[in-house]
């Protein structure tokens, strides 16, 4: 190092994030491209009358239904023009007045993507299984089981898949207590 490089001295901190302050920050707006515009359609051709919402980004389009909707949908989804024969993921989110469980549907064959949104009550969150459907559904129904508590009704073995046997709560809730250890 040369005389002439200034030396950083131990006493600088590094420079803190500022905090942010005002009103809060809108979120993007949803927009499809013609590829996702195209999947809407058949999405909401599947969802019919029993679409509650709508939206999507990117090339994946979604629609709300409500849970005793969700058997006959994902079935018109597996079945008619979107030909989903995939199954890809199902995720759920914890927002505290509701449970929000969602479906990804994918058919390869006809370059199709979609999501279809299931709201459940907290206090009773029950939904029917699609392993009728998808046999993949089992892995990830008792994995949503395991975490969030949502229990799938017609599914032949929801045991842990995540945790172990005897495991308390549901992790994946936000009033599931991860603090709650002593310190040594």
Do not use: C
């Amino acid at each position: 190092m040369s005389e002439q490089e200034p030396q950083a001295s131990a006493e600088q901190a590094p420079a803190e994030r500022p905090a942010r302050h005002g009103p809060p920050v809108a979120d993007a707006p949803q927009v499809l491209d013609a590829r996702g515009q195209a999947s809407a359609k058949l999405l909401a051709q599947a969802a019919g009358t029993n679409a509650i919402d709508s939206g999507g980004g990117h090339d994946v389009p979604w629609v709300r239904v409500a849970p005793e909707h969700l058997l006959a949908v994902a079935g018109r989804l597996r079945e008619g023009a979107f030909g989903a024969e995939m199954l890809h993921l199902i995720a759920a989110v914890d927002y505290t007045e509701r449970i929000e469980v969602n479906y990804f549907f994918l058919s390869a064959t006809k370059g199709h993507k979609g999501q279809v949104k299931v709201d459940v009550p907290p206090e009773a969150p029950t939904l029917p299984s699609l392993t009728g459907l998808w046999t993949a559904a089992g892995w990830f129904e008792r994995e949503t089981h395991d975490l969030f508590g949502v229990v799938f009704e017609g599914n032949p073995d929801l045991s842990p898949l995540l945790l172990y046997e005897g495991f308390e709560g549901h992790p994946g809730l936000r009033s599931y207590p991860f603090n709650d250890y002593q310190e040594w």
